[in-house]
Nanobody, 126 residues
Framework: QVQLQESGGGMVQSGDSLRLSCVFS????????MAWFRQTPGKEREFVAG????????YYTDSVKGRFTISRDNAENSVYLQMNSLKPEDTAVYYC???????????????????WGQGTQVTVSS
C-alpha cells in the first residue's frame, strides 16, 4: 500500500518562498506519477503541479507557472514543490498525490489519483 507524507508547510509573508516535501513509501516510486493539489475551505481541490513517472515531464496550473517548481528524487522516494514569490491566494492545504496509471489528459484531475497524503497547511499573509 502506498503511503505519502508531506512536510514543509508554514506561515510566510507575501513574496517569500517555501519548499514542500512528500515522502513516498510502499511501492516502487519510479513507477508513479506524482502531483501536488491544494484546497481552501469551501472550494474544490485543485491541481497545482504534476511530474510524470518516466522522463520527469512537468505540468503546472497557469496561476503558478514561473513561481512554482515540482521535482522528484527517485533515490530519495520524494517529490518536492518549490514555491517562490508566494501570494496570499496561494494560501491552502497542499496535498501530495500519486498514481501508477495516469494518462496525460488526466494528470490535472483529482479523481485520477488513488493515493493521497494528509496535507500540509501553507498560509501567506499580505
Amino acid at each position: 500500500q502506498v503511503q505519502l507524507q508531506e512536510s514543509g508547510g508554514g506561515m510566510v509573508q507575501s513574496g517569500d518562498s517555501l519548499r514542500l516535501s512528500c515522502v513516498f513509501s510502499g511501492r516502487n516510486f519510479r513507477d508513479y506519477t506524482m502531483a501536488w493539489f491544494r484546497q481552501t475551505p469551501g472550494k474544490e481541490r485543485e491541481f497545482v503541479a504534476g511530474i510524470r513517472s518516466r522522463g520527469g515531464h512537468t505540468y503546472y496550473t497557469d496561476s503558478v507557472k514561473g513561481r512554482f517548481t515540482i521535482s522528484r528524487d527517485n533515490a530519495e522516494n520524494s517529490v518536492y514543490l518549490q514555491m517562490n514569490s508566494l501570494k496570499p491566494e496561494d494560501t491552502a492545504v497542499y496535498y501530495c498525490a500519486a498514481d501508477r496509471q495516469i494518462i496525460l489528459s488526466s494528470i490535472g484531475s483529482k479523481t485520477a489519483y488513488d493515493y493521497w497524503g494528509q496535507g500540509t497547511q501553507v498560509t501567506v499573509s499580505s
